[in-house]
């Protein structure tokens, strides 16, 4: 039986997770920043729709990008070159949030509800929640979103208004996110887009020893500051980067 939780029960063990639905591990409890903040600590995400109870996830195998061997593609890199964007971080992240919340040609509806939306914005305020915007002529067309806690970043979710745009903020990141010693980018749940761009699936244990020093490595002071983004510094030059280091996103990326 699929334990429901009260607002002050702990989170069951991941390893009692259903195996189908994959990961499913709790109902129940709520969207507070406390509990969110455990619950990514634990290696533990909320994925629900509107007429459902918060359901809570720790899916096995898990899906990541391991940062130090991700690579643009060359296509990427050729329009990056090309394209007049701007990147920036930690500039509109509500209404990054709001357009990755927005109905899509592909998708009936959307796990991003208001709860979702309010509950990930005042994570934002308090610190934990960032977003990297891409702006064309000022408006923006594209843009990722997710959680930090020490250096362990999860990606939720990100939109794309123009060709290429999500792709663009997402290189971005990992770009920004491997020159701050962060050793994964965490997607949660396998999607073949992710695979295409250079995900990989790793077991659930391995992911959540990993998680725990992680969640525990200090980050700069001044790392999620609002600032602009060095587009080719962090998509064109990573393109050259080596990857014989090896290191070891999610429902809605």
């Known amino acids: 039986m699929l334990p429901f939780l009260d607002l002050t029960s702990e989170f069951p063990d991941v390893r009692s997770a259903l195996i189908e639905p994959n990961g499913l591990l709790a109902a129940g409890a709520d969207l507070s920043t406390t509990r969110l903040v455990n619950a990514y600590s634990k290696g533990i995400f909320p994925w629900f729709s509107d007429d459902e109870p918060i359901l809570w996830w720790s899916p096995n195998p898990r899906m990541v990008f391991q940062i130090q061997n991700f690579q643009p593609s060359r296509s990427l890199v050729r329009f990056v070159n090309k394209a007049r964007l701007k990147v920036t971080l930690n500039h509109a ?22 709860d979702i939306k309010k509950a990930y914005c005042e994570l934002h305020r308090i610190g934990y929640a960032h ?12 843009g990722i979103y997710g959680i930090a806690i020490g250096k362990l970043f ?76 060095d587009l080719r510094r962090f998509v064109v030059r ?13 429902h809605g990326i």
């Open 154 to 229: 999860c990606g939720e979710s990100m939109f794309s208004h123009i060709a290429n745009s999500s792709k663009v903020a997402l290189s971005t990141l990992i770009g920004y996110l491997r020159l701050n010693g962060f050793p994964i980018l965490d997607c949660q749940v396998k999607n073949n887009h992710l695979i295409s761009l250079g995900a990989v699936e790793i077991a659930r244990d391995q992911y959540i020893d990993q998680l725990e020093s992680l969640i525990s490595l200090p980050t700069r002071p001044d790392i999620w500051r609002p600032k602009d983004l």
């Open 131 to 142: 977003s990297v915007e891409v702006w064309e002529n000022n408006e923006l067309v594209g």
């Open 93 to 114: 992240f509500e209404s990054v949030i709001n357009a990755c919340a927005a109905p899509r040609k592909d998708q009936s509806g959307t796990w991003i509800t208001d």
């Open 238 to 250: 990573s393109s050259n980067i080596s990857t014989n280091t090896t290191s070891s996103c999610n």
